[in-house]
T-cell receptor, first 113, second 109 residues
Framework: DGGITQSPKYLFRKEGQNVTLSCEQN?????MYWYRQDPGQGLRLIYYSQIVNDFQKGDIAEGYSVSREKKESFPLTVTSAQKNPTAFYLC????????????FGPGTRLTVL | KQEVTQIPAALSVPEGENLVLNCSFT??????LQWFRQDPGKGLTSLLL?????REQTSGRLNASLDKSSGRSTLYIAASQPGDSATYLC????????FGQGTELSVKP
C-alpha cells in the first residue's frame, strides 16, 4: 500500500518542549516537503529536501529543524524557539521533476498547551 | 514574488448547480498549476495538474483551464453534489509550489 504517512495525527506539547513530527513515504520519491497551514490560510513552506542528506529552508523555517538521512523519511522538529507552533502540519513528496504532481500526507495537528 | 489569489473565499450553492472557482497568479513564469481538494482536518488530494504548455485538463465532472498570459485559472464543477463540499486550493509551481488561500465550497442538498 503506497503513500505518505504522518504520525501522530494529533500532538499536544507544553510550552518550552521540542517535538518531532514523523513523515514517511514508500513512493520512492526524491523530493520531500513540510508545510504549515493556519486556519483560513493557504500552505506555507517550512523546509524541503530534493535529495538525501540535503535540505533547504523554505519561507518560514525559523524555529524548525529537519533531517533527511534516508530517502523515505523526512522528520520535522518543532523547537521551543518557534513562538506560535499551534497549526496543521502537512508533509508532501514529489518524484523529482518540476512538472510532477506533488502528493500529500494526512497531516498532523499540533497544539501547544 | 509570486502571489496566488482565489476568489471567492467561500461559496454555497444548491445541489445540481454548475459552478466556477477562480485562481489568479502574478508571475506567468510557471511550470504548471495544480488544483487540490482538502476535506476538514485532512491532507490535500490532487484533482488536476495543468502543465504550462496546456490550456485545460478534465477529470469526470471537473474541468480546469489555464491562461498563462493573463495569470488566471478556473476550476469548473458540473452538476455539483453534496460530496463536493470541501476546500479547493490552487497552487502554481515556479521554483516552489505557491498556494492560494482556498475556496470553501458548500453544496446544499
Amino acid at each position: 500500500d503506497g503513500g505518505i504517512t504522518q504520525s501522530p495525527k494529533y500532538l499536544f506539547r507544553k510550552e518550552g518542549q521540542n517535538v518531532t513530527l514523523s513523515c514517511e513515504q514508500n513512493l520512492n520519491h526524491d523530493a520531500m516537503y513540510w508545510y504549515r497551514q493556519d486556519p483560513g490560510q493557504g500552505l506555507r513552506l517550512i523546509y524541503y529536501s530534493q535529495i538525501v542528506n540535503d535540505f533547504q529552508k523554505g519561507d518560514i523555517a525559523e524555529g524548525y529543524s529537519v533531517s533527511r538521512e534516508k530517502k523515505e523519511s523526512f522528520p520535522l522538529t518543532v523547537t521551543s524557539a518557534q513562538k506560535n507552533p499551534t497549526a496543521f502540519y502537512l508533509c508532501a513528496s514529489r518524484p523529482g521533476l518540476a512538472t510532477d504532481t506533488q502528493y500529500f500526507g494526512p497531516g498532523t495537528r499540533l497544539t501547544v498547551l | 514574488k509570486q502571489e496566488v489569489t482565489q476568489i471567492p473565499a467561500a461559496l454555497s450553492v444548491p445541489e445540481g448547480e454548475n459552478l466556477v472557482l477562480n485562481c489568479s497568479f502574478t508571475d506567468s513564469a510557471i511550470y504548471n498549476l495544480q488544483w487540490f481538494r482538502q476535506d476538514p482536518g485532512k491532507g490535500l488530494t490532487s484533482l488536476l495538474l495543468i502543465q504550462s504548455s496546456q490550456r485545460e485538463q478534465t477529470s469526470g465532472r471537473l474541468n480546469a483551464s489555464l491562461d498563462k498570459s493573463s495569470g488566471r485559472s478556473t476550476l469548473y464543477i458540473a452538476a455539483s453534489q453534496p460530496g463536493d463540499s470541501a476546500t479547493y486550493l490552487c497552487a502554481v509551481r515556479g521554483g516552489k509550489l505557491i498556494f492560494g488561500q482556498g475556496t470553501e465550497l458548500s453544496v446544499k442538498p
